[in-house]
C-alpha cells in the first residue's frame, strides 16, 4: 500500500450542490496532486499543492479549488456540481523533483444526479 | 490531438505470450516518463519508470526514444495476473503528470 488515503470512499450529490474531498499524503511526501478520472479514461490533472500553494492547473475552471495543510493533508472542493463531474478523484502524493513519481490514494467515486 | 496516445485496445493474449504497448507524446518539454498499471475499480501503481536508455524490470522492458517521441512496454511470458489497464504517462518540469487513456490487456489461460 502507498499511504495515501481518501475520504470519503463514495458521494452521491445533487447538481448544483458542494462537495469537499479528503486526502492523507504518504509520510515524507511534499506535493499532493488531484486527479479527475472518468469512466475509460485515464487520469486528468486538475492542480498540485507544494508548501501549501497551488504549483501547477490543468484545464479545470476555477469552481474546482483546493488546500494542502501543513501537514501535507489536502482538500478538493468542487462548487456548483454538474452531472459531468461524476468520475473517480484521486489524489496522488510525491516529492518535488522532475524525476519523482506520484503514488496514488484509492479515490473517491462521485455521482452527481 | 490529445498530449498523451495509447493504443486502446483490448489486447486478449494467451499465458506465455510476449505483448508489446505503445505510447507516443506530443510536448518535446516532457521529462520524465512512466507506466502505470491500473486494476478494474483501482488506484494506478507506478509499475516502472521510463529511462532514455530503456531499462529492464523482470519481464517488463520500457523504452523511450526522445526524438519519435515514443514510449514502449514489452511484457514477456505474459501471466494471468498481467490483465489490467497499463497508462502511459509524461511528466513536466512542474510535477504536472499526463497521462494516456490506457491500454487494456486481458491475459488467458
Known amino acids: 500500500e502507498t499511504g495515501v488515503t481518501q475520504s470519503p470512499t463514495h458521494l452521491i450529490k445533487t447538481r448544483g450542490q458542494q462537495v469537499t474531498l479528503r486526502c492523507s499524503s504518504q509520510?515524507?511526501?511534499?506535493?499532493v496532486s488531484w486527479y479527475q478520472q472518468a469512466l475509460g479514461q485515464g487520469p486528468q490533472f486538475i492542480f498540485q499543492?507544494?508548501?501549501?500553494?497551488?504549483?501547477g492547473r490543468g484545464n479545470f475552471p476555477p469552481r474546482f479549488s483546493g488546500l494542502q495543510f501543513p501537514n501535507y493533508s489536502s482538500e478538493l472542493n468542487v462548487n456548483a456540481l454538474e452531472l459531468d463531474d461524476s468520475a473517480l478523484y484521486l489524489c496522488?502524493?510525491?516529492?518535488?523533483?522532475?524525476?519523482?513519481?506520484?503514488?496514488f490514494g484509492p479515490g473517491t467515486r462521485l455521482l452527481v444526479l | 490531438r490529445k498530449e498523451v496516445e495509447q493504443d486502446p485496445g483490448p489486447f486478449n493474449v494467451p499465458e506465455g505470450a510476449t505483448v508489446a504497448f505503445n505510447c507516443t507524446y506530443s510536448n518535446s518539454a516532457s521529462q520524465s516518463f512512466f507506466w502505470y498499471r491500473q486494476d478494474c475499480r483501482k488506484e494506478p501503481k507506478l509499475l516502472m519508470s521510463v529511462y532514455s536508455s530503456g531499462n529492464e524490470d523482470g519481464r517488463f522492458t520500457a523504452q523511450l526514444n526522445r526524438a519519435s517521441q515514443y514510449i514502449s512496454l514489452l511484457i514477456r511470458d505474459s501471466k494471468l495476473s498481467d490483465s489490467a489497464t497499463y497508462l502511459c504517462v509524461v511528466k513536466r518540469g512542474n510535477n504536472d503528470m499526463r497521462f494516456g487513456a490506457g491500454t487494456r490487456l486481458t491475459v488467458k489461460p
Open positions: 499543492y507544494y508548501r501549501e500553494e497551488e504549483n
Open positions: 509520510s515524507g511526501h511534499n506535493t
Open positions: 496522488a502524493s510525491g516529492e518535488a523533483g522532475a524525476q519523482e513519481t506520484q503514488y
